[in-house]
Every structure is written in structure tokens, then in C-alpha cells.
């Protein structure tokens, strides 16, 4: 059974830093992308970053280029999603979630994990 769980989301002040935590179990690691979705209250969810295990490759989502940065360590079947400069519009739900590709329908999802940046 596919396993996602989030962690390390809180409440920060606007410039600050957070490093959320994605650990995964149940499947294949190295074989499997990982997204990083958020969803702000009454809004639709967004997806903000993915990796593929596999190759490494990267995929940002236009407004946290720059400011977030996505990483996996693979040995310990983990993906991180640093965050840099947040803003106050960062504020929201974030969740990782598993498909084959980035381009996928990520059928696979954790708790999700709530992001507060104060002004």
C-alpha cells in the first residue's frame, strides 16, 4: 500500500524558511515522481513542485521559482521541498503526492500539511 506523509509545515513570518518532509512507503522509490500540491482556503489546489526519483529531474511552478527548492534522498525513500522567502500567499495546505511521471494524475496522496506565513 502506497504511504505519504507529510510533515514540517507551521506557522512562520513572511521572509521566513520552512523545509517540509515527504516520506514515502509502499512502493518503489526510485521508480515513482513526487509532487508537491498546495491548497489556500477557497481556492483550487495547485500543484507547486515535482521530482522523478529516477533521473532527478525538477519542475516549479512559476511563482515559487527561485524561493522553493525540491530535493530527494532516495536512500531514505524522502523528498523535501525547502522553502525560502515566503510570502503571505504561500499560506495553504500542502500535500505530496506519487505517480509514475510528473505529468501524471498522482493517484497517491498524503495528509497534507498546513503552511501559515503571517505578514
Known amino acids: 500500500e502506497v504511504q505519504l506523509v507529510e510533515s514540517g509545515g507551521g506557522l512562520v513570518q513572511a521572509g521566513g524558511s520552512l523545509r517540509l518532509s515527504c516520506a514515502a512507503s509502499?512502493?518503489?522509490?526510485?521508480?515513482?515522481?513526487i509532487g508537491w500540491f498546495r491548497q489556500a482556503p477557497g481556492k483550487e489546489r495547485e500543484g507547486v513542485s515535482c521530482i522523478s526519483s529516477s533521473d532527478g529531474s525538477t519542475y516549479y511552478t512559476y511563482s515559487v521559482k527561485g524561493r522553493f527548492t525540491i530535493s530527494s534522498d532516495n536512500a531514505k525513500n524522502t523528498v523535501y521541498l525547502q522553502m525560502n522567502s515566503l510570502k503571505p500567499e504561500d499560506t495553504a495546505v500542502y500535500y505530496c503526492?506519487?505517480?509514475?511521471?510528473?505529468?501524471?494524475?498522482?493517484?497517491?496522496w498524503g495528509q497534507g500539511t498546513q503552511v501559515t506565513v503571517s505578514s
Open positions: 509502499g512502493f518503489t522509490f526510485d521508480d515513482y515522481a
Open positions: 503526492a506519487a505517480d509514475w511521471t510528473c505529468g501524471g494524475d498522482f493517484g497517491s
